[in-house]
């Protein structure tokens, strides 16, 4: 259970990371801003092997549990943060669930 909620957090970290270095004044399409956001999980979760070589979860079935649930966790923590800011919710809810599904899916092909 620890090392889920230590995949979750490495994602939520990685969110909040691009959120912060983010341009606002820039409105990108939304396809672009989700194709962007899935790039940077790739990255990030590659990178990440680097720091963390090992899965966390060492279950076969929790890797794919993770693979599926992260990005739905994620995205709907991130909607929930647009929605009280008066952002784009939806676009915020799929930022999130590619880039979290992207740095999952990295991790799960890389890791050992």
Known sequence: MLDFILELLLNLVGEAFLELIGNRRVRAHPVG???LYSFAGVA???ASTLVFD???L???TLQLWNLAMAPVFVGSVSWLIARARD???W????S???FAFAFA???HHLAA
């Open 33 to 35: 801003r989700v194709l």
């Open 44 to 46: 990030l979760g590659a």
């Open 54 to 56: 090992r899965h966390f």
């Open 58 to 60: 060492h279950s076969q």
């Open 87 to 89: 952002r784009s919710p």
């Open 91 to 94: 676009g915020a809810f799929f």
């Open 96 to 98: 999130a669930a590619f």
């Open 105 to 107: 899916a990295a991790r």
